[in-house]
């Protein structure tokens, strides 16, 4: 969602600002803004370009904190932008996160006489703090005492022109991490923008405030008192999280994906005995295969690859599975009994505040709590009991590719786990494992034939609706293509399990309402392709998409054919999801669409 960034140290803060706000311009990005100590405060309506264009040449200062927003309460302008500034205009503060009790608060400062100069939570924030910095109070004392009245989230960094070598920073429920460099400390909501600096990094954690300087930092607990926190080393490379050459980073991102689930399988497929090493789940192995019932979670695309982990384990292993997205599951009781429930919460970005909150609100209970996740060290990488990394390298683009193939993988892998402990034969094992191994030669093969899908995707440029059409393993394959498909085309697509068209949706196909069915040759080709027929009958034109064999039988009844190389089934969606996010990826190209920043869409959403 929001992103923030903040330095204090021996050099000029302005280049690492607006470079900071540039990484992270991915996760929202409507307005934006800067404070450099000395220097002042420059804010802008629209991209971050915008700032860098209106920050005058001598704009420097050792400290400083910005901002690139997504808008929640007031709209995207320039007032309302931060860094906020309080009456006095000695404080400024950044803000990630939603401050519930805004109105409440901002009541009392009213009636004091502070005028409000826009319509944001933060700003009520940044004002009750200024009123608690009396003459001989220390900033982080005002903020802490600011904090213990707020309800709501906040990942915050205030700075002080009274004590302009200072940075403080706090976090609930928003993230923030300290990074540690040669010259100075570094202050960002997510890793992306550190990578060129530094590698060692802290993350806060929840109820925690940090007081940089130039000399260093300290951390305290606001209700606990100090803490001592360990430095922990970030992998992820400072090119990994550059476009390379490509034109968007989804193109880069899907360009990837042969090496993503290389990177998901290495070390992880046990060739002899048929299975998967996890090392993640080890500790916790005894307990998960106690698991009567397993619930999966997570939001946009994370939740779809739910949807095929769920078929994948009761698939492999035999265990029932529930899917539920997370800001749905979080506020349902857990009737079942939870000691032999294990919830799995899915999440690229490992922040997504549904999902965190899904998972708090299942280990209260008492169930033991797995996640699949790809940044490493994010919250719901550590809140979890145990897990499984991803291992993608950073996803700028919004839309998920390389994360949701990632994924997918990481689930095979896990229900590949549970059932040869659970009954699936050394021969069903080694043979999965087998056809594992052999995805990222036929996800290459796929890019290859990339143009092909461009000059399709081309001709469907102009639709206004879409269907996704697929059955079993290929419906959450659908429901991803689908959300492609609005998400950063924005076109209307809908997506159905295959037969559930003729109980309603049919009524809409007509010549200019096109279906991207999925028929490859699985358990229901012959069911699928019946589907197609009712569609055609209709006048509906076809996209199909189908396995490499099939394509004479049913480009007979396609208007246009993709196809994908043959695997077992259940493995299919992690090979047919790439050529429809290439089909999304070419008709937002050719409709002239801010791909990688679609209108409205945050990558991390941190809030509720
Ligand atoms: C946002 C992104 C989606 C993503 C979802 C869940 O909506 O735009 O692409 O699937 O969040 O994100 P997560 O980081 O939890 O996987």
Known sequence: MCGIVGYVGKKNATPFLLEGLKALEYRGYDSAGLYVAGAGMVKRAGKVAELASAVPKNFSGTMGIAHTRWATHGAPTEQNAHPHTDASGTIWLVHNGIIENHAELREPLAKSGVRFASETDTEVLTQLIGSLYKKDVLLEDAVAAALARVHGTYGIAVASSREPGKIVAARLGSPLLIGIGTEGYYLASDATP???????????????????????????????????????????????????????????????????????????????????????????????????????????????????????????????????????????????????????????????????????????????????????????ARETDAGVYNHAGPEISVASTKGFISQLTVLALIALLLGRERGLSKS????????????????????????????????????????????????????????????????????????????????????????????????????????????????????????????????????????????????LPILTTIPLQLFAYYVAKERGLPIDQPRNLAKSVTVE
Not at 231 to 247: D, M, N, R, T, V
Not at 465 to 474: H, I, N, P, Q, V
Not at 495 to 504: I, P, Q, R, S, V
Not at 544 to 549: I, P, Q, S, V, W
């Open 194 to 380: 550190l990578l060129p600096h530094t590698r060692e990094v802290m993350y806060l954690e929840d109820g925690e405030l940090a007081v940089l300087t130039r000399e260093g930092y300290v951390v305290k607990h606001l209700a606990r008192g100090p803490v001592k926190k360990s430095i922990e080393h970030l992998e992820w490379s400072a090119e990994a999280a550059q476009k390379k050459g490509y034109e968007h980073f989804m193109l880069k991102e899907m360009m990837e994906i042969p090496e993503v689930i290389e990177n998901a399988l290495r070390g992880r497929l046990a060739h002899a005995t048929g299975t998967a090493h996890l090392g993640g789940l080890r500790d916790v192995l005894p307990r998960l295969l106690l698991a009567r019932r397993i619930v999966i979670t997570g939001c946009g695309s994370a939740y779809y690859a739910g949807l095929v982990g769920e078929l994948l384990i009761e698939e492999f292993a035999g265990i029932p599975v529930e899917v539920e997205i997370a800001s749905e599951l979080r506020y349902r009781p857990h009737t079942a009994d939870v000691k032999e429930t294990v919830l799995i919460a899915i999440s690229q970005s490992g922040e997504t505040l549904d999902t965190l909150e899904a998972l708090r609100a299942a280990k209260r209970n008492g169930m033991l709590t797995l996640g699949i996740v790809n940044a490493v060290g994010s919250t719901i």
């Open 428 to 571: 069903e094992g080694k043979k999965i494992v087998e056809e594992l191994a052999k995805l990222p030669e036929k996800a290459r093969r796929i890019l290859a034939k990339r143009e092909s899908i461009a000059v399709i995707a081309k001709k469907y440029a102009k639709i206004r609706d879409a269907f996704y059409l697929g059955r079993k393993f290929e419906c959450p394959v659908a429901y991803e293509g689908a959300i492609k498909l609005k998400e950063i085309a924005y076109i209307h697509a809908e997506a159905y399990g295959a037969g559930e068209m003729k109980h309603g949706p049919i009524a809409l196909i007509d010549s200019s309402f096109p279906s991207v069915v999925l028929a490859p040759k699985d358990s229901l080709y012959e069911k699928t392709k019946s589907n197609i027929q009712e569609i055609r009958a209709r006048g509906g034109p076809i996209i199909a998409l189908t396995t490499e064999g099939s394509e004479a039988d049913i480009g007979k009844l396609a208007d246009d054919l993709i196809s994908v190389p043959a695997a077992p089934e259940a493995l």
